[in-house]
């Protein structure tokens, strides 16, 4: 019988895989594509392009090769504030969250999405 964190390292797993598979699927009309969920949304830039084809609205200018922290931080925020002007209830994640690679966190704001804009 497994054990309650195995069971939760599991069930990680499988949200991870099938959020991931959500998430190329809307990258793909860009020409992108998400090899891990947390590791990649964290300069901001994938995230931005999924919350861009999701809402169906620009975010603005970006920074387009984030290599310090507070670019990458920058990118998130704008991803976080469209989702929020957009009505979207953002609990207990901010930019810090998504861009020091988070995965609870990152499967949760992914889950947020789902619920928002597509069901």
Not at 30 to 59: T, Y
């Amino acid at each position: 019988m497994a054990h309650g964190s195995d069971l939760d390292a599991e069930w990680k797993r499988i949200q991870k895989k099938t959020f991931e598979r959500w998430v190329n699927i809307h990258l793909s009309k860009r020409g992108l594509q998400l090899f891990d969920l947390a590791d990649d949304f964290s300069d901001g830039l994938l995230l931005c392009a999924l919350v861009e084809l999701v809402s169906h609205k620009s975010l603005g200018r970006l920074n387009k090769h984030p290599r310090l922290l507070p670019q990458k931080l920058e990118n998130c925020t704008l991803a976080l504030n469209r989702m929020k002007a957009d009505g979207v209830k953002l609990v207990n994640i901010g930019s810090e969250d998504i861009a020091k690679t988070n995965l609870k966190l990152v499967l949760g704001l992914v889950w947020t999405l789902i619920l928002h804009y597509q069901i």
